[in-house]
């Protein structure tokens, strides 16, 4: 089978940020340091990459050479120590650059890792390097993709083919510097107008502690206070995704205008204990909720002025935080979705799949699919149940679809492995909850002041679907203070963006638009400044 240029299953992760899990979180204990930062000293990355369309399933190809004195294997080694990249067409108009870092221990021996920048994906360790006359082999286990090439006579070139699962591709590699990091002008930079202190905190409900950074204004005080919390799938204390780090932007601009800011890795993730894959939105909400305790404790914050800001997935755990404990101050919902889950998914799989050249049989399949599955998680609670019935659904879309499509369609897209990995997604406990979670209901509840802002180009939580829904719910629910914002040019991110695809997210320069920055900043301050910030101001 060909390849293809989108994806059959939807985006698999939902990220509403995303989504891919996670929300989340009364008594609680603390204690902090003055360490230096840990998202300073952590430099960890997660090294699963799906390069886009081009999906998983290859078999290993190991080409060993042992027979050549090791005097020689140097020499020609030479040849191929340096960073190569090139251009990887992947269909639909989008081409991944792909760079190869090759280097040699002190035993001749080369190894190397890979970058897919347009991705964020950064170091991933290659699994075997081989180099025997001008013949090239880069195998990566991790997501069983090989390269396999000729350098050419002068050195400086290897025509060659990417590999993975059943799709292989053309892909020319060029010998130049490695990749600099990308320019991302808005991370901060010394010198800081606030206290930066490392601490931890206890959610006694579920008995685990969290990480996390707290940046405290210098001057007077006491200041008033909010907790972030990010989107779906394991996140930092940054939300750090696509080599931008949102909230470490978000955290330094709200402190440097007056607002204490506690920012910390999710459950089972970073420095922070706990586990990740067996939570739902529910369980993330207990987690904010001992953040909020755990800065009403401290002496320079205002107890009784302590909020919420959640993106994305977080944009449903503030709501479920206001409506379920007085504690909270207030919220602020980015990119917060106002419908279900799945209405959600829907939604953003054609957004996506549109922009990204999808036909509209694959569109119309990839939808009903979706709405088939969740209506299966509904009436069956027992995975074990739902699975077999899931599979099923799949698998007769599949076999219905014309066949010019179905023979443009890699295995990996189509087969076994595919179904079953979507099929364990979408049984998680995180995702059932998501799917049928009426976020409605819950923002008729809250009656502390509301701020949501969406970005006019975001297409995973669109606002044409989304506002309207969060405006009546306001209005059912008689809350006399919200405001609702669409920012225009923003995507997802908050970020000036061309189309709003998450395939710009790591491309754009620009982590978190100065507009949005600010519009959080005097929205919070104008209703909860303390009277001496009100006095100097």
Do not use: C
Not at 196 to 201: D, L, P
Not at 330 to 345: E, K, N, R, T
Not at 398 to 422: C, F, M, R, Y
């Amino acid at each position: 089978m060909g390849k293809a240029p989108y994806s059959i299953n939807g985006p698999r992760t939902v990220e509403i940020e995303g989504i891919s899990s996670g929300l989340h979180r009364d008594r609680l204990r603390g204690t902090h340091s003055s360490a230096r930062p840990l998202h300073q000293q952590r430099k960890e990355r997660s090294h699963t990459v799906q390069l886009y369309r081009v999906l998983v399933g290859a078999t290993l190809l190991l080409i060993v050479f042992a027979f050549l004195p090791p005097e020689l294997v140097a020499q020609e080694n030479e040849q191929l120590i340096g960073s190569w990249r090139g251009g990887l067409e992947v269909g639909g108009g989008t081409t991944l650059t792909l760079v190869f870092n090759i280097t040699q221990d002190d035993a001749g021996t080369l190894t190397g890792t890979m970058d897919s920048p347009d991705q964020g994906a950064v170091g991933i360790p290659l699994s075997s390097v081989s180099f025997e006359g001008n013949h090239v082999n880069f195998s990566i286990q991790s997501i069983q993709g090989i390269y396999t090439g000729s350098l050419s006579d002068a050195g400086d070139q290897i025509t060659g083919t990417w590999s993975q699962g059943p799709a292989s591709l053309p892909l020319s590699l060029v010998k130049g510097d490695a990749l600099p990091p990308p320019e991302r002008p808005q991370e901060p930079k010394p010198p800081y107008p606030y206290s930066t202190e490392e601490v931890t905190f206890t959610n006694a409900e579920a008995g685990i502690d969290l990480a996390g950074t707290l940046t405290i204004p210098d001057g007077v005080g006491p200041f008033p206070g909010v907790v972030l919390v990010s989107g779906s799938g394991p996140q930092d204390r940054d939300e750090s995704l696509m080599g931008h780090k949102p909230f470490w932007v978000l955290a330094d601009h709200l402190s440097r205008e007056g607002i204490a800011v506690l920012r910390f890795d999710d459950r089972g993730v970073g420095s922070s204990g706990g586990e990740f894959g067996t939570a739902t939105s529910e369980d993330f909400t207990t987690d904010a909720l001992a953040g909020v305790i755990y800065l009403e404790g401290q002496d320079r914050i205002v107890a009784n002025r302590v909020g919420i800001v959640g993106h994305s997935e977080g944009g449903i755990i503030a709501p479920l935080a206001a409506s379920r404990s007085e504690r909270v101050a207030y919220i602020v919902m980015l990119a917060g979705p106002g419908v279900p889950g799945i209405d959600i998914l829907v939604a953003q799989g054609e957004l996506i799949n549109r922009a990204g050249g999808a036909p509209e049989v694959i569109i119309e399949m990839n939808s009903r699919v979706q709405r088939s599955l969740a209506d299966i998680v509904k009436r069956e609670p027992d995975p074990e149940v739902a699975g077999p019935l899931m599979r099923a659904i799949m698998r007769d879309e599949l076999e219905n679809l014309p066949s010019d499509i179905k023979e443009a369609l890699p295995e990996s897209q189509v087969g076994d492995l595919a179904i079953n990995t979507t099929v364990n997604q979408i049984n998680s406990p995180w995702f059932r909850f998501f799917l049928h979670h009426d976020p409605r209901p819950v923002l008729e509840r809250v009656s502390v002041p509301v701020l949501a802002i969406f970005g006019e180009k975001d297409l995973q939580v669109p606002h044409e679907l989304n506002v309207p829904e969060i405006e009546a719910a306001f209005q059912r629910g008689n809350n006399g203070d919200t405001t609702v914002r669409v920012l225009p040019g923003l995507n997802h991110l908050f970020q000036q963006a061309e189309s709003g695809s998450p395939s710009e997210y790591q491309q754009i320069e620009e982590t978190f638009n100065q507009s949005a920055l600010e519009l959080v900043s005097s929205w919070i301050l104008e209703r909860f400044a303390t009277p001496k910030q009100d006095t100097l101001s």
